[in-house]
């Protein structure tokens, strides 16, 4: 009985492992391709804050501006992040 339960057991790993790697990978690529996108437009952002004056740059510091744009990018992280793993589990999910 123990090898019949571990020869069963063997069979089941394979496809669960295939099924948890694929996923896996998946949410890996999306991340990667996230933090690209992300870093691209907050380089822009960056670069177009350099041609303005310092007085305006001070002025949008003290109204918040900088913990805004910090917001805003967590909160498309966050969600790439949570809609990564909620296509993950669906993967993992089927039959």
Same mark, same amino acid.
């Given at each position: *009985? ?6 069963? %057991?063997?069979? %089941? ?7 948890? =790697?694929? #996923? =896996?990978? *998946? ?10 996108? =992300? ?9 177009? %804050?350099?041609?303005?004056?310092? #007085? ?5 510091? =003290? *109204?918040?501006?900088?913990?805004? %744009? ?5 909160? *498309? ?19």
């Amino acid at each position: *009985m123990g090898t019949g339960f571990l020869a069963a %057991l063997a069979t %089941l790993a394979g496809p669960i492992a295939a099924r948890v =790697l694929m #996923a =896996l990978g *998946m949410s890996v690529v999306t991340i990667g391709g996230v933090t690209v996108a =992300l870093s691209s437009v907050k380089g822009s952002i960056i670069g177009n %804050l350099g041609g303005a004056p310092y #007085a305006a740059l001070q002025l949008a510091g =003290l *109204m918040g501006c900088w913990e805004g %744009l910090g917001l805003i990018f967590g909160a *498309m992280t966050f969600t790439v992040s949570f809609w990564s793993l909620t296509q993950a589990t669906s993967i993992l999910g089927k039959a």
